[in-house]
């Protein structure tokens, strides 16, 4: 018999105890010293043996919780074939640190960030700054909350006035042309903001301490938990033209930012380039 698919509140309270015995693993990790720095992608793309142990304790832990589910993490991978997957089974998706440079020069601006999805549908998720104890998490249809007050995005209407979150991807070739998008943004807005957690930044603009977010080259670990956040705050989360969120470009913004911002990047073809 098949198992009932589980409710967005349960995974959800799940998500909150796994992340925040995996916080305290990497902020303790971190007190004691980087270790194990190895770099991925390109040579300003690091992992450290904080984030390979973090993603194995989430793993255990949710495979303890709820043994039939599958994880997606940033450092391991899928651990099951993402078309073996039934209908209605539960896929977590997992950064076990984000914002791994942050982590690395030790400044307080990364976290662990856990989502629920079913059906490729993100329906709970939270983010939890590992060096603040700052966490923001939602269910899908259930709102968003950071210590049990419910977010509602900034009221900004006027994208002049508005402060802008992005981040960089670490391909040079990539940075080259998010450069390029950023000069020609910087001078239509108050100013840009880069933290380097997408992760954290997309649950500030949730709470409305920035009005707006924009990147290309996320995946699916970076947005899928504060994604969610910003979404159930009432943000517009999407892609450009009509595309959803995903690696092209993820946009964050209140529904009266989201046009305007939204017609700057396609006039400045933030999903093209490398
Ligand atoms: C990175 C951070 C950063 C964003 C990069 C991500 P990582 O994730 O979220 O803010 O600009 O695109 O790759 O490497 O620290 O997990």
Redesign the pocket.
Same mark, same amino acid.
């Given at each position: 018999m098949r198992e009932i698919t589980p409710r967005p509140d349960e995974l959800l309270r799940i998500a909150v105890d796994v992340a925040r015995d995996a916080a305290e693993t990497a902020r303790r990790m971190r007190a004691e010293g980087v270790r194990g720095v190895d770099t991925k992608s390109t040579s300003t793309?690091v992992v450290t043996a904080a984030d390979r142990a973090v993603e194995r304790q989430v793993v255990a832990a949710l495979r303890d919780a709820r043994p039939g589910d599958t994880v997606l993490g940033?450092e391991y991978g899928d651990s099951a074939d993402p078309r073996s997957r039934p209908p209605g089974a539960v896929r977590w998706i997992l @950064?076990p640190?984000?914002?791994?440079?942050n982590y690395l020069y030790g400044l307080p601006e990364y976290a662990v960030s856990l989502a629920a999805e079913v059906d490729g549908v993100v329906v709970a998720g939270v983010v939890r700054n590992a060096a603040t104890g700052d966490e923001w998490r939602a269910t899908r249809g259930g709102g968003a909350y950071r210590d049990g007050e419910r977010l509602r995005g900034s009221a900004q209407t006027d994208l002049a006035h508005a402060l802008i979150a992005t981040?960089?991807?670490y391909d040079p070739a990539r940075r080259r042309h998010q450069a390029a998008v950023l000069a020609g943004l910087i001078t239509e807005v108050r100013d840009i903001r880069r933290f380097?957690?997408?992760?954290i930044?997309l649950c500030r603009v949730a709470e409305g301490a920035m009005d707006a977010y924009y990147?290309k080259?996320?995946n699916a670990w @970076?947005h899928a938990a504060g994604g969610l956040v910003a979404t159930e705050a009432g943000l517009r989360v999407a892609g450009l033209a009509g595309a959803p969120p995903g690696p092209e470009l993820v946009i964050a913004a209140p529904p009266a930012l989201f046009g305007p911002l939204h017609a700057h990047l396609l006039r400045l073809d933030a999903a093209g380039g490398a």
């Open positions: 793309d940033e @950064d640190i984000d914002g791994t440079v981040g960089f991807g380097g957690a997408a992760a930044d990147e080259g996320l @970076d």
